[in-house]
């Protein structure tokens, strides 16, 4: 097979529940978006390699001889994709050119760098033939993310855009990559993001110092005498004896983890009974969660899901993905968005002067390729 050309599709994530449980060993609720990073493969005879994306409209060349990490972030994840999969296979890599394209919004909660990363190593194993399987997959991604990047996350991301199928989300445990496929059958409501476009970095925020506190919640719990790998594998009760150990932020992101792991669960029985009611107060309590104990909400977020209460076509909000910025994911009646979105964006722009991006999405594929 000719392998000189290679068009890979490299989708977005949301999340309905289950938020910062990925590296907690807990439960989330996830599917791939149905937009995406396209990305072009070709061969090259140059001695270099090179990139443009068309949608930052930015061309960066690749020496393999010379791969260190870059000023320029989205660099980074092309050339730290490239250092993990040669430390995952000795060999040789062609040197290629790569156009990436497509409708994913970059910053926006829905994993736009874990897509552009799975994508790329995705093209590069096709494009050398290195029969990378779906978990070696996920490792090289998990690795450019957490060592070479420094975001101390979890694999949900990379798991559902490498693993969805269309119309499903994946109940996935994290404590050890089991996942079921749960049917998506949401009758007449439709999920709705809303992009706050207030830029954030997860890396240069709060987001690892969240995963430092989960992880001295965790050491406090065992030294108190319980022996749990994950902080989901104890219960609120007995979390709630052992309060005055920890101090108040402490506990706080330990109480979120437990009572977030077990929304999350819920929500399954929720969506296979068609109890899309429950299922948006369980998105409300999940968005208070994230608010008043986990404290990786903000202004913008907070207002978007206020905005929603007052609206019986509204099930249920929260904001979505690591925080301090991004979209909020709503669970609305289909007739309704229009009205709800001209609404909600004219208060939202005289609120902050920021301009609200509306995104109706629908769960799509996962990562895919043709030759």
């Known amino acids: 097979m000719d392998r000189s050309k290679i068009i890979v599709k490299s989708p977005g994530r949301i999340n309905l529940i289950g938020e910062h449980v990925d590296y907690n060993g807990g439960y989330v609720l996830p599917g791939a978006t149905d937009l995406f990073i396209q990305f072009s493969f070709s061969n090259s005879k140059k001695k270099y390699s090179e990139v443009y994306s068309s949608v930052i409209d930015k061309k960066c060349k690749i020496y393999f001889d010379n791969l260190s990490k870059r000023v320029i972030q989205w660099e980074n994840y092309l050339v730290g994709s490239l250092i993990?999969?040669?430390?995952?296979?000795?060999?040789?890599?062609?040197?290629?050119?790569?156009?990436?394209?497509?409708?994913?919004?970059?910053?926006?909660?829905?994993?736009?760098?874990?897509?552009?990363?799975?994508?790329?190593i995705k093209g590069i194993d096709q494009l050398n033939n290195l029969n990378l399987n779906n978990d070696e997959i996920l490792s090289v991604s998990r690795e450019v993310e957490y060592d070479f990047i420094g975001l101390k996350g979890g694999i949900m991301d990379q798991f559902t855009i490498i693993n969805s199928k269309k119309n499903n989300f994946i109940l996935l445990n994290t404590a050890d990559n089991s996942a079921e496929f749960i049917k998506s059958d949401l009758g007449d409501y439709k999920l709705l993001l809303l992009n706050t476009n207030k830029k954030h970095?997860?890396?240069?925020?709060?987001?690892?110092?969240?995963?430092?506190?989960?992880?001295?919640?965790?050491?406090?719990?065992?030294?108190?005498?319980?022996?749990?790998?994950?902080?989901?594998?104890?219960?609120?009760?007995?979390?709630?004896?052992?309060?005055?150990?920890?101090?108040?932020?402490?506990?706080?992101?330990?109480?979120?983890?437990?009572?977030?792991?077990n929304r999350t669960i819920q929500s399954v029985q929720y969506l296979k009974n068609l109890d899309l009611k429950s299922l948006g107060k369980l998105l409300y309590s999940s968005h208070e969660g994230l608010r008043d104990l986990y404290e990786v909400s903000c202004e913008e977020?907070?207002?978007?899901?206020?905005?929603?209460?007052?609206?019986?076509?509204?099930?249920?909000?929260?904001m979505m993905g690591g925080g301090f910025g991004?979209?909020?994911?709503?669970?609305?009646?289909?007739?309704?968005?229009?009205?709800?979105?001209?609404?909600?964006?004219?208060?939202?722009s005289s609120?902050?002067?920021?301009?609200?991006?509306?995104?109706?999405?629908?769960?799509?594929?996962?990562?895919?390729?043709k030759v």
């Not at 997860?202 to 108190?224: F, T, W």
């Not at 022996?227 to 402490?250: A, Y």
């Not at 991004?326 to 939202?348: A, M, P, Q, R």
């Not at 609120?351 to 390729?369: A, D, Q, V």
């Open 351 to 369: 609120m902050f002067s920021l301009e609200l991006s509306p995104i109706i999405t629908s769960l799509g594929e996962g990562l895919r390729y």
């Open 301 to 318: 977020l907070d207002y978007l899901v206020d905005k929603t209460r007052i609206y019986d076509q509204i099930l249920g909000a929260r």
């Open 84 to 120: 993990s999969i040669l430390k995952k296979r000795k060999v040789e890599l062609k040197n290629f050119n790569c156009l990436i394209e497509g409708n994913l919004p970059l910053g926006s909660g829905i994993s736009s760098s874990s897509s552009l990363i799975c994508g790329f």
């Open 201 to 261: 970095n997860l890396s240069d925020s709060a987001y690892n110092k969240r995963v430092e506190e989960c992880q001295e919640a965790l050491k406090i719990i065992n030294d108190s005498g319980y022996n749990i790998k994950f902080l989901t594998q104890i219960d609120v009760k007995e979390l709630r004896k052992i309060k005055e150990l920890m101090l108040d932020n402490i506990f706080n992101r330990a109480l979120y983890v437990t009572q977030e792991n």
């Open 326 to 348: 991004g979209c909020t994911i709503n669970l609305i009646h289909k007739d309704f968005i229009d009205t709800f979105v001209s609404e909600v964006s004219e208060s939202y």
